[in-house]
């Protein structure tokens, strides 16, 4: 008898220490799929992740493979696993059963095409949603007690602080001169890039032990560097279980207590911080990408070199409105590039996009990553041999100009005075360069697939998370965009995903016959 196939899904949430270990899910899965007669062809596992939302990495991806698959079932140990939400959980069945894959449960065994089955199913998952719900509740209850007494209530801690046994904030040193570094380049005018690149120049590394990444305006508004304890700030999660970190609670239900924590910034540093990233933002707001083309500003041509910019026609008697990626090259001068229709570019850019931010692009990225940087490495390497035998010829003729200049005459005393000085201005210029050379060699570390695989989620969340930072994530990963009439030439920035600055490029290059833009076929 042929074997039905089957993927396996797991989770473990790490605020519940009493569910059962991702190994015992998956070997009851296992054993239960042999007992049945199924094949499992997949396996979808995340780890500390809670099923009162949906926002799951391997269960997303999981998601979207259904579509493109042959799988009859989806066995989990337990329905909660799958969610906690009766929503969630409802919503998904519905799409799963549309494409007629079902919903298998190890231990709690209801066939679900009868009446009672159904109903029994969805009384279960309604018990473990009350079961998590009040968990929650009461969890809050206790963390609400703590913060009262302004201890640490879980969580990452910000830069700078350490918590002690009893759970109270403690400064750190080190990471506390990070911070006061942060805040005073701030001030200064200095790009967050400048900052990031001083600090991991300086041996400061982040919470993690990790390089610093150019990303730090969350922190620079945190309270707690003036002293000031925080708790309870932000809005509960909405019926989607996602949390708008902008929507803050009533003022009344937030816990605030002044001169609670030990302050590692002053309280004038850190208000005019807080004018100047005000500032910041409104700047942004006006100067940020307004237009309605999402990829305007990123397409050159491939013929004049000219920037592409997005471009309205009608025609017909019904006026049909067309839209395109035209080149506007100047006024007197001629392009034969044919216009694109921005459906057909828009759809491909994202689409690769996607690709690049699933799971299944991480080892591809990595390993892309590692082979531009050991060539980077060897090439910075052949530079520093290059300099520093330049420099060596240069103080081997400093050192006879020396000689030269003691036993000349004062007639000619000046003029080789004044060569030496040039001479010497040069070997200046390239110690600072050898020097720099060598720090950026020494910087280049090998990325793994952690590493890869965090970035993803980040900016995968961003792209998902509506227009405006769909369009920013993609202005922040595309490099440029090649148009021309036989192909098209898409180049990604690879830097994102290196957890650390790096001062060159690592790229990734897609290139397609435009041709097949319009068929789909990419």
């Not at 979808?44 to 991806?61: L, M, N, P, V, W």
């Amino acid at each position: 008898m042929k074997k039905k196939k089957a993927v396996l899904y797991a989770r473990y949430s790490s605020s519940n220490q009493r569910e059962e270990s991702i190994s015992r899910q998956v070997e009851k899965i296992r054993t239960f799929c042999e007992q049945n007669n199924l094949e499992i062809v997949d396996e979808y596992i995340d780890e500390a992740q809670s099923g009162t939302t949906d926002k799951r990495d391997r269960f997303q991806i999981m998601m979207e493979d259904a579509y493109l698959s042959d799988w009859d079932f989806i066995v989990v140990y337990k329905l909660d696993r799958l969610s906690r939400s009766v929503s969630d959980a409802m919503h998904y069945k519905k799409k799963l059963n549309k494409l007629g894959i079902r919903i298998l449960s190890v231990i709690e065994d209801f066939d679900e095409t009868t009446p009672e089955g159904g109903f029994f199913n969805l009384v279960t998952m309604g018990i473990s949603e009350f079961y998590s719900k009040n968990l929650a509740r009461e969890a809050f209850a206790g963390q609400l007690q703590n913060a009262k007494r302004a201890m640490h209530t879980g969580g990452n801690l910000p830069l700078g602080y350490t918590v002690t046994k009893d759970l109270r904030f403690k400064i750190n040193k080190k990471e506390a001169e990070a911070v006061r570094i942060i805040f005073d380049m701030v001030l200064n005018g200095y790009s967050y890039a400048d900052i990031a690149r001083r600090l991991n120049k300086e041996g400061y590394r982040n919470q993690k032990g990790r390089r610093f990444r150019p990303i730090f305006t969350d922190m620079l508004k945190n309270r707690k560097y003036i002293g000031e304890y925080v708790y309870n700030r932000l809005e509960k999660k909405s019926v989607d279980g996602s949390r708008n970190s902008h929507k803050q609670k009533a003022e009344s239900e937030i816990v605030r207590i002044p001169e609670a924590i030990p302050p590692i910034i002053d309280k004038d540093t850190f208000e005019k911080v807080q004018t100047l990233l005000r500032r910041r933002k409104h700047k942004n707001i006006r100067n940020g990408p307004k237009s309605k083309y999402l990829l305007s500003g990123l397409i050159f041509c491939a013929h004049c070199g000219y920037r592409i910019s997005g471009n309205i026609t009608y025609s017909g008697r019904s006026k049909y409105q067309r839209i395109s990626y035209r080149c506007k090259t100047k006024k007197g001068e001629k392009c034969t590039l044919k216009d694109i229709n921005t459906i057909y570019m828009d759809r491909f850019v994202t689409q690769k996009l996607k690709e690049m931010l699933s799971e299944k692009s991480t080892k591809e990225i990595k390993d892309s990553i590692n082979t531009q940087l050991e060539a980077l490495k060897l090439n910075l390497k052949e530079k520093i041999k290059n300099k520093e035998q330049e420099l060596q010829e240069i103080d081997i003729t400093i050192k006879a100009l020396g000689n030269r200049i003691a036993s000349a005459s004062k007639n000619i005393d000046k003029v080789l005075t004044e060569q030496l000085q040039e001479y010497s201005d040069q070997a200046t210029v390239l110690r600072v360069e050898i020097k720099e050379l060598k720090e950026d060699h020494t910087s280049i570390e090998k990325v793994y697939q952690k590493d890869i695989r965090q970035n993803q989620k980040y900016y995968k969340e961003r792209f998902q998370s509506g227009p405006r930072k769909r369009k920013n994530t993609i202005h922040r990963l595309v490099e440029k965009i090649i148009q021309g009439n036989e192909e098209v030439k898409v180049i990604f920035t690879l830097n994102p995903y290196i957890p650390y600055t790096l001062n060159s490029d690592v790229l990734h290059e897609i290139v397609i016959d435009r041709n097949k833009l319009a068929r789909n076929q990419f």
